[in-house]
């Protein structure tokens, strides 16, 4: 629904539009992928208050309830005892109570480790209550993960409004929620819908350009038929890579790998096949600037030649090149995927799969390269927002 840096464009091409609106996209929130689309699809809704009834041993105050929180805005922290890094929750929301009086504030603990929560209220110092999810249904539902601290903000009228807030962003959340009268909150979203098609030609349905789509939308993507003559190399076509990428030296600038199709080249100083495939791949980057990184990796030694960082940066000095370098002298991706001989490139799709590889100087390479940009579920969400 909301990124930030969709946030802030929309901000800036506003300009006069309304405070909620802008305050709400400013507003930081955590997560991607599905869980991330999850979360978005909870959000402006009606807060499940029936999972109130499932919290049970309370700590600091009374059970909390449907009637309790009418009306009301609330902030729940989702954490646990047995992770250190979740009680920082606690003590932000602490923070927050003094100058909101109005704000409810509930902890919700993980499903395992709560004889061990007065000790960790002690040494917090919290006086908001705190419950336990002894069945593990509540931050089932709110699609927590790991042992916290994730942050949950229900509005004046009942909705939720923020899906795990970032802790630099839940003052100024906690302000917006704070500062509405019930007829407001209620009328949030569809005053971001219409300052949204008001002011800018932004599709509303879709994925954010910074979030990974769902896994449905890659798997039902009309992908490139895969290369049936892959040679010199284990065939990994429509998996990840067996070992993933990261772990390489970076030569020249690291580029944004995020949200784009990537192509991985094999290639040595001292490979003539590898050194005739660069003007191909300087065009395709050239042409797909937007859409496509191409990274050259370099490595692979012959006896007697290792290809370190210093022989690759001489070379490239003299044969500039328009698309990214890497040197990876462990060869860990290129030991995983077995090559014998190079150049050899793989093409993976921004979920990180293998949609193509082969030798570049193949017939086939250019068009795969083109067909899984084209198909992309990422590459064509960022242009539907485009």
């Given amino acids: 629904m909301r990124s930030s840096v969709l946030a802030l464009c929309t901000v800036l091409m506003l300009g006069s539009a309304s405070a909620l609106f802008a305050d709400d996209l400013s507003v930081k929130l955590q997560g991607r992928g599905v869980r991330r689309d999850a979360l978005n699809a909870m959000t402006y809704k009606p807060f499940d208050t029936t999972l109130l009834g499932k919290l049970a041993d309370y700590k600091g105050g009374n059970a ?27 003590t932000e929301a602490q923070k927050l109570i003094a100058s909101n009086p109005d704000l409810i504030v509930l902890g919700v603990h993980h499903q395992r480790g709560y004889d061990k929560v007065q000790e960790a209220l002690t040494a917090t110092k919290i006086t908001f209550p705190v419950a336990h999810d002894a069945s593990g249904d509540v931050l089932k539902s709110m699609r927590v993960e790991g042992g916290g601290p994730t942050l949950f903000i229900v509005d004046r009228a009942g909705n939720l409004r923020f899906a795990d807030v970032e802790r630099g962003s839940l003052a100024a959340a906690v302000k917006i929620v704070v500062d509405e009268k019930p007829e407001d909150a209620a009328k949030a979203e569809q005053r971001v819908q219409e300052s949204i098609r008001s002011k800018s030609d932004a599709p509303l349905a879709g994925p954010s350009v910074k979030s990974k789509p769902a896994d449905e ?66 065009e395709l980057q050239g042409k797909f600037k937007d859409d496509l990184v191409i990274v050259g990796i370099s490595g692979q030694a012959r006896p007697g030649r290792p290809e ?43 979920d990180g799969v293998v949609r193509w590889q082969g030798n570049p100087h193949e017939e086939t390479f250019t068009k795969a390269v083109e067909g899984v940009i084209e198909n992309d579920p990422w590459v064509k969400a960022r242009k539907a927002r485009k």
């Fill in 217 to 282: 939308a890659y798997k039902s993507a009309s992908w490139p038929k895969p290369n049936r003559s892959v040679q010199y190399a284990k065939n990994v076509q429509g998996k990840p890579l067996p070992v993933p990428f990261g772990k390489e030296t970076w030569i020249t600038p690291k580029p944004t790998l995020e949200g784009k199709v990537m192509v991985l080249d094999f290639w040595a100083t001292w490979c003539g096949p590898c050194i005739a495939a660069s003007p191909m791949l300087d």
């Fill in 308 to 350: 370190d960082v210093g022989a690759i940066k001489d070379f490239l000095k003299k044969k500039k090149s328009d698309y990214s370098h890497a040197n990876d002298l462990d060869q860990g991706v290129y030991k995983s995927l077995g090559i014998q001989g190079i150049p050899h490139v793989v093409v993976l799709s921004t």
């Fill in 64 to 90: 909390i309830d449907e009637a309790a929180i009418k009306g009301k805005p609330v902030l729940l922290v989702a954490w646990s005892s047995w992770f250190k890094s979740s009680h920082v929750g606690l």
